[in-house]
């Protein structure tokens, strides 16, 4: 069971990670938001692609879904903090903070 505040200490130990508010939450940011946490800290949003979060949903309903609405069709996946473990909490923010630290490609 992961918590709060081994989400802070895991995604301010990734390399270029600042924390900012975020409207009413907490965000992870890099190059770009990748995790987003609610002032309960039971739960945190993470920046996935469609494909990882389907992966996700699929082996793990009960820590992961998608967010419900467009964000959640861009890979925006909601993580039940309580289901998972340390090392599965590290595997998915170091999975979200990949992509925050890509660059946009430009258009």
Sequence with gaps: MTTAKDVRR??????????????????????RIYATMPPDGLSINLKLTPDEQELKCTVAPEAFSAVPNAW?????????????TVAELTNALEMAWRHGAAKKARR
């Design 10 to 31: 895991i995604a301010l130990s990734l390399a270029g990670t600042s924390e900012a508010p975020h409207f009413d939450r907490t965000a992870f940011k890099v190059v």
């Design 72 to 84: 959640g069709r861009q890979g925006w996946t909601t993580v039940t903090l309580s289901a998972l």
